[in-house]
């Protein structure tokens, strides 16, 4: 039966449908003035944002289709983002999103405020969710940290995950591949002792030659073919002779420039830091530069791209005096910004441009284009590892790692104990306050503190990702409830549901504390009879039936309908909710004072799917003998999960591993088999002293 309904519930999320994407209509009131809401790309989800005049200003689109991560809901957060054409964020608004937290504990305007820090920033920022924990390194200066949203840093690092991923794929389509990172920078401690030879042999000065025949080539067939007699008249000598050379790093400066220059470039580069000096040397006809250029600007003639994106380059505005060795000719040095994705240790591409004129009035002008490849080998540059660019999961470890270690540490004792130890554990005179002080454990640290409470809901959202074909990547965003189902899953094979229902779930050892404190008041203690308990305990598996359907047949409703587990209310937002729901999970709580775990046994939907889980099981753990329900029922009466059958077999798809039953199957003084053979053993043994002849 068991079974039978969880192929019934995978059957079922696998037909849960998508959201239906937003109309232009919809779209429209997101997008404020003076922008207005273009037409929509071909072939594409990204809407064109234009100004006033229809010129295009930016772009608009929903995370959804571009980047469908799944929340904990199974169900993607879908955000709407606004972009412009440089790539900054104008706006993230939310559109529709399902994550638990969010839905009715903390409400939306936490999730919002969150999503307002993304305005004015830019997506080649490295953006990380958290704290900078005393940062304050020059290069960690870049980053821009997103504070994160209490009890809900899983789901917002959910949702900065999703935007980051949407954006890039646009600014990958729309900006021709935007560079994201920080750029690589010269190594100040890297020394190397270098000369020109050297720098010709290793490439690092790189040599372009063009000749006249070239040059007249490009012009060939042309208005301008018959304009440079010289280019005719010598075609093999050279037009261009450049030479290529990365003066950023101290070593390679130090080989080329003069020590009067090399002076005068440091004292450069301490108030722009952030410039990758580069420098030409031309000694052939093109000359660099036209007779109207002026200092300090960007040359004519030469531009460059990297990546398939321009370059800024400037004139660097400093007197080059080369080194005795360097040929001689017309040098400059231009700097490229590194701040404006200019990465030295990458190959770029300068494009020098042949200018001819036709006429002597007016004259006309033609231009060729010639380009150079160069690059600086990386082992005089650092590049910086941005935790920006670190995979999420890895971010949401580092955040939760002391808490991870505490936590395995705990599991690593707890499960030995319990697989190896377990009669040990169970025969201790002071079982029940040590078991009482690992649920204090499991209820303070994993669930109030931690915020480690399992719920149906994930794992209704993972059976969905995966009929779906999804990625299970969300799981990894709470590495701390990653590790407590992981427990889960491996107490499966071992003990079935016992370890999680009866040792790691934190309602559940809330319940059982009220239930000691109802004792302890002297509570009379309600218990339904044999058959109704039985009958009540299928109630569970009717309401993860019931929640199922609510999943595929009006998913907008399933947070509401999971609002039957307490967990939320009483362990998430420390019973600090709207009145109806602290006033079911505080019942629920009273009502364990007389009825032992009662929503354990009876209503947890979760509970119902570990029981199923637990047909995994591998082995009968609890020990016991012919005696038991025949004719010993002691183990049975004294279980008050009704865990037990009348044969004294275990119903371990009950079970919840309080290990009352192995104190008593140990016991000489409580197990009924071996209290009668001990009394049987000394009758014998008396009768056998007093059958002894007296010796005299």
């Given at each position: 039966?068991?079974?039978?309904?969880?192929?019934?519930?995978?059957?079922?999320?696998?037909?849960?449908?998508?959201?239906?994407?937003?109309?232009?209509?919809?779209?429209e009131?997101?997008?404020?003035?003076?922008?207005?809401?273009?037409?929509k790309?071909?072939?594409s989800?990204?809407?064109?944002?234009?100004?006033?005049?229809?010129?295009?200003?930016?772009?608009?689109?929903?995370?959804?289709?571009?980047?469908?991560?799944?929340?904990?809901?199974?169900?993607?957060?879908?955000?709407?983002?606004?972009?412009?054409?440089?790539?900054?964020?104008?706006?993230?608004?939310?559109?529709?999103?399902?994550?638990?937290?969010?839905?009715?504990?903390?409400?939306?305007?936490?999730?919002?405020?969150?999503?307002?820090?993304?305005?004015?920033?830019?997506?080649?920022?490295?953006?990380?969710?958290?704290?900078?924990?005393?940062?304050?390194?020059?290069?960690?200066?870049?980053?821009?940290?997103?504070?994160?949203?209490?009890?809900?840093?899983?789901?917002?690092?959910?949702?900065?995950?999703?935007?980051?991923?949407?954006?890039l794929?646009?600014?990958?389509?729309?900006?021709?591949?935007?560079?994201?990172?920080?750029?690589?920078?010269?190594?100040?401690?890297?020394?190397?002792?270098?000369?020109?030879?050297?720098?010709?042999?290793?490439?690092?000065?790189s040599?372009?030659v063009?000749?006249?025949?070239?040059?007249?080539?490009?012009?060939?067939?042309?208005?301008?073919?018959?304009d440079?007699?010289?280019?005719?008249?010598?075609?093999?000598?050279?037009?261009?002779?450049?030479?290529?050379?990365?003066?950023?790093?101290?070593?390679?400066?130090?080989?080329?420039?003069?020590?009067?220059?090399?002076?005068e470039?440091?004292?450069?580069l301490?108030?722009?830091?952030h410039?990758?000096?580069?420098?030409?040397?031309?000694?052939?006809?093109?000359?660099l530069?036209?007779?109207?250029?002026?200092?300090?600007?960007?040359?004519?003639?030469?531009?460059?791209?990297?990546?398939?994106?321009?370059?800024?380059?400037?004139?660097?505005?400093?007197?080059v005096?080369?080194?005795?060795?360097?040929?001689?000719g017309a040098?400059?040095?231009?700097?490229?910004?590194?701040?404006?994705?200019f990465?030295?240790?990458?190959e770029?591409?300068?494009?020098?441009?042949?200018?001819?004129e036709?006429?002597?009035?007016?004259?006309?002008?033609?231009?060729?284009?010639?380009?150079?490849?160069?690059?600086?080998?990386?082992?005089?540059?650092?590049?910086?590892?941005?935790?920006?660019?670190?995979?999420?999961?890895?971010?949401?470890l580092?955040?939760?790692?002391?808490?991870?270690?505490?936590?395995?540490l705990?599991?690593a004792?707890?499960l030995?104990?319990?697989?190896?130890?377990?009669?040990?554990?169970?025969?201790?005179?002071?079982f029940?306050?040590?078991?009482?002080?690992?649920?204090?454990?499991?209820?303070?640290?994993?669930?109030?503190?931690?915020?480690?409470?399992?719920?149906?809901?994930?794992?209704?959202?993972?059976?969905?990702?995966?009929?779906?074909?999804?990625?299970?990547?969300?799981?990894?965003?709470?590495?701390?409830?990653l590790?407590?189902?992981?427990?889960?899953?491996?107490?499966?094979?071992?003990?079935?549901?016992?370890?999680?229902?009866?040792?790691?779930?934190?309602?559940?050892?809330?319940?059982?504390?009220?239930?000691?404190?109802?004792?302890?008041?002297?509570?009379?203690?309600?218990?339904?009879?044999?058959?109704?308990?039985?009958?009540?305990?299928?109630?569970?598996?009717?309401?993860?039936?019931?929640l199922?359907?609510?999943?595929?047949?009006?998913?907008?409703?399933?947070?509401?309908?999971?609002?039957?587990?307490?967990?939320?209310?009483?362990?998430?937002?420390?019973?600090?909710?709207?009145?109806?729901?602290?006033?079911?999970?505080?019942?629920?709580?009273?009502?364990?004072?007389?009825s032992?775990?009662?929503?354990?046994?009876?209503?947890?939907?979760?509970?119902?799917?570990?029981?199923i889980?637990?047909?995994?099981?591998?082995?009968?753990?609890?020990?016991?003998?012919?005696?038991?329900?025949?004719?010993?029922?002691?183990?049975?009466?004294?279980?008050?999960?009704?865990?037990?059958?009348?044969?004294?077999?275990?119903?371990?798809?009950?079970?919840?591993?309080?290990?009352?039953?192995?104190?008593?199957?140990?016991?000489?003084?409580?197990?009924?088999?071996?209290?009668?053979?001990?009394?049987?053993?000394?009758?014998?043994?008396?009768?056998?002293?007093?059958?002894?002849?007296?010796?005299?």
């Amino acid at each position: 039966m068991r079974a039978l309904l969880f192929c019934l519930i995978t059957i079922c999320l696998s037909v849960a449908a998508r959201a239906d994407l937003l109309s232009p209509a919809q779209i429209e009131p997101f997008v404020k003035p003076p922008l207005l809401l273009g037409e929509k790309f071909d072939g594409s989800e990204v809407y064109r944002l234009v100004d006033v005049y229809g010129a295009e200003a930016g772009y608009v689109f929903e995370t959804e289709p571009l980047a469908p991560l799944p929340g904990f809901s199974g169900a993607p957060i879908n955000l709407l983002v606004q972009l412009d054409r440089a790539g900054n964020f104008i706006d993230v608004d939310l559109i529709e999103q399902n994550e638990p937290i969010f839905v009715s504990g903390l409400g939306v305007a936490p999730f919002k405020a969150f999503l307002e820090q993304y305005k004015g920033l830019n997506i080649a920022s490295p953006m990380v969710v958290g704290t900078p924990y005393g940062n304050s390194g020059s290069e960690s200066s870049s980053l821009v940290y997103l504070d994160g949203v209490t009890k809900a840093t899983a789901s917002v690092r959910i949702a900065h995950e999703s935007i980051l991923a949407a954006t890039l794929t646009v600014a990958r389509d729309k900006m021709q591949g935007l560079k994201i990172g920080q750029p690589s920078r010269p190594d100040p401690e890297h020394q190397e002792d270098l000369d020109w030879v050297a720098l010709v042999n290793l490439g690092i000065a790189s040599h372009h030659v063009v000749t006249n025949e070239q040059v007249q080539a490009a012009f060939s067939e042309t208005l301008w073919a018959d304009d440079d007699p010289l280019a005719k008249a010598e075609p093999d000598a050279h037009y261009i002779d450049l030479w290529i050379v990365d003066i950023g790093p101290r070593s390679i400066a130090a080989a080329v420039l003069s020590p009067q220059t090399l002076q005068e470039l440091g004292d450069f580069l301490t108030l722009s830091p952030h410039d990758e000096p580069l420098l030409l040397i031309e000694t052939a006809r093109h000359g660099l530069v036209d007779e109207d250029f002026v200092r300090n600007t960007a040359p004519d003639l030469l531009t460059a791209q990297q990546g398939g994106l321009p370059v800024a380059l400037r004139d660097a505005d400093l007197f080059v005096e080369l080194a005795p060795e360097l040929p001689q000719g017309a040098a400059m040095i231009l700097r490229a910004d590194r701040r404006l994705g200019f990465d030295p240790a990458s190959e770029w591409i300068l494009s020098l441009k042949v200018l001819r004129e036709h006429g002597s009035f007016r004259p006309v002008i033609g231009s060729a284009e010639f380009t150079a490849q160069h690059s600086t080998p990386g082992r005089f540059f650092i590049t910086p590892q941005s935790p920006g660019n670190k995979p999420a999961w890895r971010a949401a470890l580092e955040h939760r790692l002391p808490d991870v270690l505490v936590l395995l540490l705990f599991l690593a004792v707890l499960l030995p104990i319990l697989l190896f130890r377990q009669s040990w554990l169970a025969g201790l005179r002071l079982f029940t306050p040590i078991r009482l002080g690992v649920l204090a454990f499991v209820l303070g640290f994993i669930g109030w503190w931690g915020q480690g409470q399992l719920s149906i809901v994930t794992p209704l959202a993972t059976l969905h990702t995966i009929t779906t074909g999804g990625s299970l990547a969300f799981l990894a965003y709470d590495p701390f409830s990653l590790v407590i189902w992981l427990a889960a899953l491996l107490g499966f094979f071992l003990w079935g549901r016992g370890l999680f229902c009866g040792w790691l779930c934190p309602f559940g050892a809330l319940q059982e504390f009220a239930h000691h404190l109802g004792r302890r008041l002297g509570l009379r203690q309600w218990n339904l009879p044999d058959q109704w308990d039985k009958r009540m305990k299928w109630l569970k598996y009717a309401v993860l039936l019931g929640l199922v359907l609510v999943a595929v047949l009006a998913p907008d409703q399933i947070d509401t309908a999971a609002e039957i587990e307490p967990f939320k209310t009483a362990i998430t937002t420390y019973f600090l909710r709207e009145w109806a729901y602290t006033a079911y999970a505080v019942s629920l709580v009273l009502i364990g004072m007389i009825s032992f775990k009662g929503f354990c046994r009876y209503l947890c939907p979760l509970g119902a799917l570990m029981a199923i889980a637990g047909l995994l099981r591998l082995r009968h753990w609890i020990p016991r003998r012919p005696e038991c329900g025949s004719p010993c029922q002691l183990c049975r009466v004294r279980c008050q999960y009704g865990a037990i059958r009348p044969s004294g077999k275990i119903d371990f798809d009950e079970c919840f591993q309080c290990l009352d039953c192995v104190t008593i199957h140990d016991s000489t003084e409580h197990c009924v088999p071996l209290v009668l053979k001990s009394r049987g053993n000394t009758r014998i043994r008396s009768a056998l002293e007093t059958s002894q002849p007296r010796q005299g």
